[in-house]
């Protein structure tokens, strides 16, 4: 009685497994790079300042995340705010895949020790950057890639 039950259980999930399978097949797409989008608003008489600070610190925390992998590319975009609550700067970072945020803070906190020598002085200068701009929001966006 048990081995015609396991039989059949048997059979039904490879059926199951080969149905998945073709479902992921008959996809025209792959999961591609994930791009962090940050919507930034300078204040008043800081832009110059804070494209100075991209333009060093950050610059130097995106090589060394590129040089280990984690990130693929950065882009910072200037944007002409149609309101007050526009921004006027838009950074994006993009990584390879969903997988490297897994453990992100402990690779991250290696390579900010390494450029800004460490995590609590990066943190005290983050907290000094709120004079220069205003973090409007982000969003997390994945690209499909066709097959």
């Given amino acids: 009685m048990k081995y015609p039950l396991l039989v059949l ?6 059926v199951l497994s080969a149905t998945v399978v073709s479902a992921k097949e008959d996809r025209p797409y792959t999961d591609g790079p994930v791009t962090d989008f940050t919507y930034i608003r300078t204040k008043p008489g800081m832009f110059d300042e804070y494209m100075k600070w991209l333009a060093t610190v950050a610059k130097q925390l995106v090589d060394e995340e590129k040089k280990t992998g984690i990130v693929l590319d950065a882009k910072v975009y200037t944007v002409e705010p149609r309101r007050p609550s526009d921004p006027d700067v ?3 970072i993009t990584y ?5 945020f897994d453990g992100l803070d402990d690779r991250l906190d290696a390579i900010t020790e390494k450029v800004e020598g460490s995590v609590k002085k990066a943190n005290d200068a983050m907290i000094g950057r709120e004079k220069l701009r205003e973090v409007l929001g982000s969003e997390l966006v994945r690209e499909v890639v066709f097959k």
């Fill in 9 to 14: 259980l048997f059979g039904a999930s490879m």
């Fill in 96 to 100: 390879p895949n969903m997988a490297v």
């Fill in 90 to 92: 838009i950074l994006s």
